[in-house]
């Protein structure tokens, strides 16, 4: 029942608007993050503000699919950053519940604009062009992200969670492995379900 959607998901109107939504939402998680990069030394900016980048991509995948091309490398980064970053964000939210006993508007905002990241970055894998080389670069630098921020301490702020940073830093890890996993199964496995733009129109 699911591949009746995607000629929906392949229509420009729908592409375009969710174009213009990933836009205004990696501005806006730049914004979010305008206080912590202040702090940040310059060698580490790229690193920090880990789910606008992860859109970012997705904003590249989608200006190259309303252009009738791929990017197969942003399609790679775009699919294990958003599956990671969007998931990561859900978890720890639930986690400042759990500690705090609170969640807030903002909260619940932030858990499903992530949720509705990685889920976008799934959707659209049967369009997505990539070979084995791509998905190495995206793993590379999905883990490399990992030694920024836990190593040299440039995760993201949750002050509630601040005791607990050994036990996330390890969930982040294995949560980084399944991106991939998920990026290879949706993305780059042989016999996995594949259509294309010009097709879905």
């Known amino acids: 029942m699911i591949k009746r959607i995607y000629p ?7 592409l375009w608007l969710l174009f213009w939504v990933n836009v205004f939402g990696t501005a806006y998680g730049y914004y979010w993050y305008k206080w912590q990069l202040v702090d940040t030394p310059l060698h580490f900016l790229f690193f920090v503000p880990d789910s606008p980048t992860a859109s970012l991509f997705f904003v590249f995948v989608l200006g190259a699919f309303l252009m009738g091309k791929n990017c197969p490398l942003m399609e790679a980064l775009a699919i294990v950053s958003l599956v990671k970053y969007g998931l990561w964000a859900v978890v720890m939210n639930l986690m400042v519940f759990f500690v705090s006993g609170q969640l807030d508007w903002i909260g619940l905002m932030l858990m499903a604009s992530h949720f509705a990241m990685a889920v976008e970055g799934v959707l659209y894998a049967p369009f997505y062009r990539i070979k084995p080389w791509h998905l190495i670069v995206a793993a590379v630098v999905l883990l490399h992200n990992e030694i920024i921020d836990y190593v040299f301490k440039m995760m993201p702020r949750y002050h509630t969670l601040d005791l607990y940073m050994d036990q996330i830093g390890y969930f982040t ?22 259509l294309s733009l010009k097709n879905s129109r």
């Open 8 to 14: 929906l998901l392949g229509d420009r109107s729908v």
């Open 173 to 194: 890890f294995w949560l980084s492995i399944f991106s991939i996993a998920v990026g290879y199964y949706f993305a780059l496995r042989p016999d996995r379900f594949l």
